[in-house]
């Protein structure tokens, strides 16, 4: 027995050594390998905010073409799925700019479709219902278009938004009308009676109040209707002396908004756009927005300045023939920070993904965006996201607050000087 013993020690011993040669001879593991990768976008390709849609898609489909290979500047993101032998696919879903619709092919795309993760979907309310609808899926939902605060205020688990909130943009106006005011203590506030436009009007007195400003008068008109009527009221209780606020949901009623207060011959020193309406290129096109303020999470001129942002902007003009707008530049922001964390990943599993984004690091000269980059709080609200302030002058927008940002571009103030001009 002692002798069979001696023997089973020396075999098991002899199959360990083997083991541990042939471990110690075969070469570090490899870079896992992930395939194909599939991204859903959420986009309202038919509706009201078609044009916004068309946009988002457009962001989307360039941020893919970087991720994959395609040469561009080194950004965060791009390449990324390629050293892992991945290749990056779009899965396209038009929203219609309806929350159920919305919901419906998010349930799709990440059920049948099979999608690592979902960018998107433009309109508050509709991203809302999408991202509810997913996070019983548990799946990661990455935002780049949507402004509302409260879309990162529902404790999701894996609801991520990387652009500024309507508080950021509020901020930066109050912050820009505390320079241009001149001893001007009030506001006044013009806003769509909508669930959006009465939100965003809210938080306008709200941030009055904490800069040290007192609303005069906040006037409502119907949603789809006549501002002319609430114009005329608004101006029967503050002079025209006083900055005004102008909030709108959607791009017909900011294009009304902007229309009336030339036909009423309206003369506010400062008007501030200010909500989700004002968003979409064409709110802001026609003559009569001259000399408007508006918020931005993207500006063509600084990017026109930045030796990562302006190629890609190059890039997106020379194979769309239109602008980068705000929404194309959100929606390949979303893409390439949603490639980024699954890249870090190593994978496409939802948990995995979503550590990653918790984790990110992103700094800004990785980013097209006037940021200082890409880093999530506790709520999934990028926290380095900015917004800028621009201002239309003789048909072209360019950046007056933050002051680091425009040293040439001082705001015309009051508007009369520049209507003037």
């Not at 709200?206 to 400003?213: P, R, T, V």
């Not at 008109?221 to 005329?232: K, R, Y």
């Not at 607050?401 to 000087?417: G, H, I, K, M």
């Amino acid at each position: 027995m002692s002798r069979m013993r001696l023997l089973s020690r020396a075999a098991l011993a002899a199959v360990l050594l083997s083991a541990a040669a042939c471990t110690a001879s075969e070469p570090p593991s490899e870079t896992p390998r992930i395939g194909e990768v599939r991204i859903g976008v959420l986009a309202p390709r038919t509706g009201p905010s078609r044009a916004a849609g068309t946009e988002a898609q457009r962001g989307a489909e360039l941020a893919a073409d970087l991720v994959n290979g395609e040469q561009g500047p080194a950004l965060a993101g791009a390449g990324g799925l390629a050293r892992l032998g991945g290749h990056l696919s779009l899965l396209g879903a038009d929203t219609r700019g309806k929350s159920d619709h919305a919901a419906a092919e998010a349930v799709r795309l990440v059920s049948t479709e099979h999608v690592a993760g979902l960018v998107g979907a433009y309109d508050a309310d509709v991203t809302e219902v999408a991202s509810q609808r997913t996070e019983r899926l548990r799946v990661p939902f990455v935002n780049g278009d949507s402004t509302a605060n409260y879309l990162t205020e529902r404790g999701l688990d894996w609801f991520f938004r990387t652009g500024p909130t309507d508080r950021m943009f509020g901020e930066a106006f109050f912050s820009a009308l505390g320079q241009l005011a001149d001893g001007t203590r009030q506001i006044a506030v013009l806003y769509s009676k909508d669930q959006q436009g009465s939100v965003v009007a809210k938080l306008t007195e709200e941030l009055a109040s904490e800069g040290g400003f007192q609303s005069a008068a906040k006037v409502a008109f119907l949603p789809g209707g006549d501002p002319v009527p609430a114009i005329q009221q608004l101006r029967s209780k503050a002079p025209d002396q006083t900055p005004l606020f102008a909030v709108a949901s959607t791009p017909a009623d900011a294009t009304a908004v902007v229309k009336a207060i030339r036909q009423t011959g309206y003369t506010p020193p400062g008007i501030f756009a200010f909500g989700s309406g004002f968003l979409e290129t064409g709110a802001l096109a026609p003559t009569d927005a001259e000399g408007l303020f508006a918020g931005t999470a993207w500006s063509r001129e600084v990017a026109g300045r930045s030796p990562v942002a302006k190629p890609v902007m190059e890039m997106y003009e020379d194979r769309f023939g239109a602008p980068m707008s705000e929404v194309a530049a959100g929606s390949f922001t979303a893409v390439l920070v949603l490639a980024d964390a699954i890249g870090r990943a190593g994978s496409t599993d939802p948990q995995r993904v979503r550590s990653a984004l918790l984790n990110l690091d992103i700094p800004g000269r990785e980013m097209i965006m006037p940021w200082s980059g890409v880093r999530f709080d506790t709520f999934h609200q990028n926290t380095a996201a900015a917004g800028v302030v621009e201002q239309r002058v003789k048909g072209l927008f360019r950046v007056v607050f933050p002051d680091e940002l425009q040293p040439e571009n001082p705001a015309v103030w009051p508007l009369s000087r520049l209507r003037k001009g």
